[in-house]
């Protein structure tokens, strides 16, 4: 959200009859009006040079995109606090250099690489986070975790507010960084992890660690080694373990899709609801507190028996398809609970809460020794999504329908499809890639999903 802020362009004018050609003509002959400051004010970026605002966002997104490339598959491999723990350091650092940039080339390479450290930190931290807890709780922490994405776009909204000079925003919001990593120095590796890896000692003291720190009595914990442990001189698992085995390059081509509508539908929605008016810094914090009702929602439904994950996903991606779809078929002009503003809002909220479900529901599908790998690279297909997403409604100049026609058939799409995937309710995780076709890992399948209809 920061382009968003000290990318804006407040109200101006230019006392020439023609508009001047060079920056620094420019520069001699514009008043701005507004009361905060911008990269376009600092580098006069309007009119022929308006275009590098939104080439910073670009770069950054471009950003996001390597890093959910990279990030993942190496978290995989050299464990997931360090590169989390490196991918911070560097995001912190960056952002001071964007703080700091003395030109635009500086600031446009400091938001690609921030995008590079933020795509990927964030990607693996969400990961860690879900890897901390048992799986019962999956779904609470990872909604947690997407909430606080809503809830920090809104104080972000209320940080502009107050400080209106770009270079100290930038600042003031990139130094709680500095405070999560050092703080980020307590945190102790993936147990997960560790025992993917044949650690399983150092799991163990993790684990022990965890129990103390809840109060526990110090627990005598013993693992069995890990069926699928991957020996020294056999290649890191990654991506290519997503295509080379049957099971996870379905998994991944139909989640790699979901993903892309999602973001596809989310963005499209949000360009489509129309342009919000008045006070810049009340529509940013809406921005992200319309998502917030999202959470509870879909906390409600994955967790009981006769919804799940796949289910819930499932029905939130057809309701936004459809909300698409009828938008079309509304008159402007029809009053508040009927307005196509409204309908489409409601998409928004039922995206979001998919948008949700599925990072929890992918951390669940893929093993452990691929689960970074596997939601980098849907997360990838989601960058795809979110680029493509403004180009839509230019397609309104064939017919004003297409553009909610193509994000509903995409929602609608997407929601069918996600009944192909296998439900992970109350299953077992899998730890290797060996377990996904073990006869025991089936029979502990099999055996959670008689013990919840028994206990139904």
């Known amino acids: 959200m920061l382009i968003v802020l000290v990318g804006a362009v407040p109200e ?53 995109l390597i890093g959910n490339i990279f990030f993942g598959p190496l978290s995989d491999k050299l464990g997931r606090k360090p590169v989390y723990m490196s991918g911070l350091l560097f995001d912190v650092i960056f952002g001071y250099v964007t703080a700091f940039s003395p030109s635009y080339e500086i600031f446009a390479v400091s938001r690609f690489i921030v995008g590079i450290m933020n795509g990927g930190m964030s990607l693996v931290s969400f990961v860690l ?18 909430l606080t994405f809503a809830v920090g776009i809104a104080v972000y909204a209320l940080l502009g507010y107050y400080i209106r000079e770009w270079r100290f925003l930038a600042f003031v919001s990139n130094s709680p960084g500095v405070f999560f990593f050092l703080l980020s120095f307590m945190l102790p590796e993936s147990p997960r992890w560790l025992y993917s890896q044949g650690k399983t000692a150092e799991a163990e003291d993790v684990l022990q660690y965890m129990a103390c720190g809840n109060g ?54 949000t360009f489509n609801a129309g342009e919000l008016g008045g006070n810049l810094y009340l529509n940013v ?8 009702p999202a959470f ?23 309701f936004a398809g459809f909300a698409c779809i009828f938008t079309m078929f509304l008159p402007e002009n029809v009053g508040l609970f009927f ?3 409204l309908l489409a809002l409601c998409g928004k909220l039922t995206v979001s809460a998919a948008f949700n479900i599925v990072y929890i529901y992918t951390s669940e599908l893929y093993p452990t020794v ?35 026609m193509v994000f509903g058939i995409s929602g609608v799409s997407a ?34 999903v008689n013990q919840l209809e028994e206990n139904t």
């Open 129 to 146: 986070t879900q890897e901390y807890v048992g799986k019962s709780f999956w779904a609470l922490t990872g909604s947690l975790t997407n």
């Open 415 to 448: 929601g069918f499809l996600t009944l192909l995937l296998p439900e992970t309710l109350n299953k077992p995780i899998a730890e290797s890639i060996e377990d996904l076709q073990s006869p025991i890992y089936q029979m502990l399948k099999n055996k959670k």
């Open 296 to 318: 509870p929602l879909c906390m409600f439904f994955i967790e009981k028996s006769w919804a799940g994950r796949r289910k819930t996903t499932t029905s939130f991606l057809i």
């Open 370 to 404: 691929v689960r970074n790998a596997g939601l980098g690279v849907c997360s990838m297909t989601c960058r795809f999504g979110g680029i493509l997403a403004p180009f839509v409604p230019s397609m309104k100049s064939f017919n004003p329908s297409v553009p909610f």
């Open 285 to 292: 914090a809406l921005y992200g507190l319309i998502e917030v």
């Open 339 to 341: 307005s196509p503003t």
């Open 12 to 64: 101006y004018h230019i006392d020439l009859g023609e508009i001047p050609t060079s920056t620094e003509e420019l520069a001699r002959h514009v008043q701005f009006a507004d009361n905060f400051t911008s990269i376009a004010t600092e580098w006069y970026l309007i009119k022929h040079e308006a275009y590098k605002v939104n080439l910073a966002s670009s770069l950054y997104f471009a950003g996001l």
């Open 216 to 269: 526990k009595e110090r627990l005598t914990i013993k693992l069995k080694p890990c069926a699928g442990t991957r020996k020294k001189n056999d290649s890191a698992s990654g991506v290519l373990n997503l295509i080379k085995h049957p099971v996870l390059r379905w998994r991944t081509i139909i989640l790699m899709y979901i993903w892309y509508v999602c973001s596809l539908v989310y963005y499209g929605l």
